[in-house]
């Protein structure tokens, strides 16, 4: 055929359909490959990444990185287990001259942030400072607030507020300038916690309700459940408890449909919480009775002892002295069996001491409850705290 009578733009079409004929292959045999690894012993798998081809995949790492955040909450050892895996391909892949520079960030942010959350913070800051120098040669943008984003709730974890806050505005603006309202609020929910955790509650309900008035509940549900969480919590402490019931009774469905077993035992507490600020002190102790047999159920001792020390406040107002007793012994030997430090268990019991006095007001018992809750809380935040 003369060149007069061949298509100009033959050729570069058939170019492109042949590479994304080859592309898509290489996902499917990546896919297969994540299939097998994934049926394999957890001690075979690094061998089985770092000796398989197909590993090197952008859509292999992507995946291990997946099912990293998709265990972040249910199983956080597997979770570690998994971004090491995503880790370790990237860093194969980038050996062998693949171009794997936004996989390398996000998977060292995964696997720093999958640290995080099993308390391994040394570990976690090694990962972090790993991810942050590959994220300088990210070619997307959402790579590095990503990063930015994972690694803020690192430094809020680590206490370095300023630091998380830093972080968080810089990734809210790559997200604002690339006109994603999803990744807006995910980043103002992140702020709100800040604000929370540094006793800023006005800030935190502003954020709160701007952040759950942006995302997608569809893209993350439970995203959606843990901003909820988060906001009913703020209105509680901030004595707006009907607007906390309100809010959780909005959003009942969705505990039920997405939540976990914990979820809403936690729903349960904060539905007692805000009845017991109310004055419904009929309907915070049923409540806070079925939260209690639930974190039981769960094994969930800390939160267990969060409970009682609510049923102990309002057994103190109603004088209901056998009852205080039986609450405040139950904590102290919840105390002793769990490891709390010597002065969490002083303060448990001198709570039991003054139940068996029968005397104490309803405000010194109220003192006593906040000295016990002060060592058991931060316990019960590093078991059910929302993984981001």
Known sequence: MSDHGRNPHAEPALDLARRLEERDERTRRAHAAAAEATGLPPAERPGFVLAHPDCLEPAFIELMIAIARERRGPAPEESVAYAHLAAAAAEAAHAAGRDVDDARALAFAELGNA???CGDLRRAGIAFGLARERARFAADPLVRAEVDSLEASYLDYCNEFAAAERLLRRAERIERRLGTPHGVGRLFLKRGSLAQGRGDLAAAIFLYRSGLDLIDPGEEPRLALVGVHNLASCFIDAGEH?????LLRRHRSRYESIGTAADRAT????????ARTAG?????????????????????????GLVLLELAEIYAVERRWPELENVAAATLALCHANGIESEGVAAAMLLCAAAQRRQETAEGIATLVAA???HLAPQATQTSHPNS
Do not use: K, N
Not at 267 to 274: F, T
Not at 285 to 299: C, I, K, N, P, Y
């Open 115 to 117: 640290h995080r959350i």
């Open 242 to 246: 009907d607007a906390a019931l309100s």
């Open 267 to 274: 729903m349960g507490w904060l539905e007692g919480r805000a």
């Open 280 to 304: 419904l002190l009929e309907l915070a102790e049923a409540t806070f009775e079925e939260a209690r047999d639930q974190f039981v159920s769960l094994g969930r001792p800390y939160e267990t």
């Open 372 to 374: 016990v809750r002060d």
